[in-house]
């Protein structure tokens, strides 16, 4: 089984920034991809960005230019930086891991990113 914790939400202010990480643990996996998805108060859950372990990214069309996804493959460790913030970012941002052979490995429980003047 794989856990997965995120951290670094909060309080930012419009056109701040904040950088979100997510540490996979457990034994006994193999991540391929993993990446982030926000569920903002009353929408559905959206992808905003993966990383597959050889460094390929993808991000959703309403956030290119201002959100960047890296990861440390030794620390199975997933980041999310996102500038210039808007009200609309205000979300609870999950992180997931997926494996080549084995699908969806986990969610995190969520981060909460506020932004609000």
């Known amino acids: 089984q794989v856990q997965l914790v995120e951290s670094g939400g909060g309080l930012v202010q419009p056109g701040g920034s904040l950088r979100l990480s997510c540490a996979a643990s457990?034994?006994?996996?193999?991540?391929?991809?993993m990446g982030w998805y926000r569920q903002a108060p009353g929408a559905q859950r959206e992808l905003v960005a993966s990383i597959t372990r050889d460094g390929r990214r993808n991000y959703a069309d309403s956030v290119k230019g201002r959100l960047t996804i890296s990861r440390d493959n030794a620390e199975n460790t997933v980041y999310l930086q996102i500038d210039s913030l808007k009200p609309e970012d205000t979300a609870v941002y999950y992180c997931?891991?997926?494996?080549?052979?084995?699908?969806?490995?986990?969610w995190g429980k969520g981060t909460l990113v506020t932004v609000s003047s």
């Open positions: 997931y891991a997926n494996s080549l052979y084995n699908g969806l490995l986990g």
């Open positions: 457990g034994s006994g996996f193999n991540i391929n991809a």
